[in-house]
């Protein structure tokens, strides 16, 4: 059973341009989220998806990040017009369905760098 | 709001040591606690997850204990080896299925 992948692994994007940044869960999980790890900062909660619905996005910031998770196909984090304080890692976790001892298993982590 | 606190930030200690890592959490509200490694620029490994109604999981030379009352955590490493020089993460889950992490306990083993 493969884990959870995520690609690409690094990327590189100038201001301005787009970042796309994809996950592919593990098979059977139909829960996917998104953490954002900074510089020198713990791991921070972005987005909670199941397929074809956002559940919470609470730690998106409000401009130029979105993130969906098709019927088919990988989950996307999105973010428009990439600034320097976006470089960082980008990791997906995904889990079955949640529970009291669900586990979330993360991937290895898209890292950022906008120049 | 869930606040995460790691100690030691960082700690070296010699080959053959056991490691003791501390987190603890202020709300104990908590579904379970897990706790992970990770290697310079790789992802989370997954080491134990400790349910709310459990005191502790093993294995291995890794002991994690949990006291939710209290909100806290210990991990314990026996006999420390150098590859097990990482940093590691304690990260709380509550009802909303967001993992709400520390800035982890960096770990150093001398050979």
């Known amino acids: 059973n493969a884990g959870v992948m995520q690609n690409p692994r690094h990327l590189v994007r100038r201001r301005g341009q787009e970042a796309r940044l994809r996950c592919s869960p593990m098979k059977g999980h139909s829960h996917v989220y998104w953490y954002r790890q900074l510089p020198e900062e713990g791991l921070k909660f972005m987005v909670y998806l199941q397929k074809e619905n956002i559940i919470d996005e609470s730690g998106m910031p409000k401009e130029r990040f979105s993130a969906e998770f098709p019927k088919e196909g990988p989950s996307i984090l999105r973010i428009q017009q990439v600034v320097r304080g976006d470089s960082a890692a980008y990791f997906c976790?995904?889990?079955?369905?949640?529970?009291?001892?669900?586990?979330?298993?993360f991937g290895p982590g898209t890292r950022l760098t906008v120049t | 709001k869930q606040e995460v606190t790691q100690i030691p930030a960082a700690l070296s200690v010699p080959e053959g040591e056991n490691l003791v890592l501390n987190c603890s959490f202020t709300d104990s509200a908590i579904y379970n606690l897990q706790w992970f490694r990770q290697d310079p620029g790789k992802g989370l490994t997954s080491l134990l997850l400790i349910q709310s109604s459990q005191r502790e999981q093993t294995s291995g030379r890794l002991n994690a204990s949990l006291d939710k009352s209290s909100g806290r955590s210990t991990l314990y490493i026996a006999a420390s080896q150098p590859g097990d020089s990482a940093t590691y993460l304690c990260?709380?889950?509550?009802?909303?299925?967001?993992?709400?992490f520390g800035k982890g306990n960096q770990v150093v083993v001398i050979p």
């Open positions: 976790a995904s889990s079955p369905l949640p529970g009291a001892v669900d586990e979330q298993y």
């Open positions: 990260a709380v889950r509550r009802g909303n299925n967001r993992l709400a």
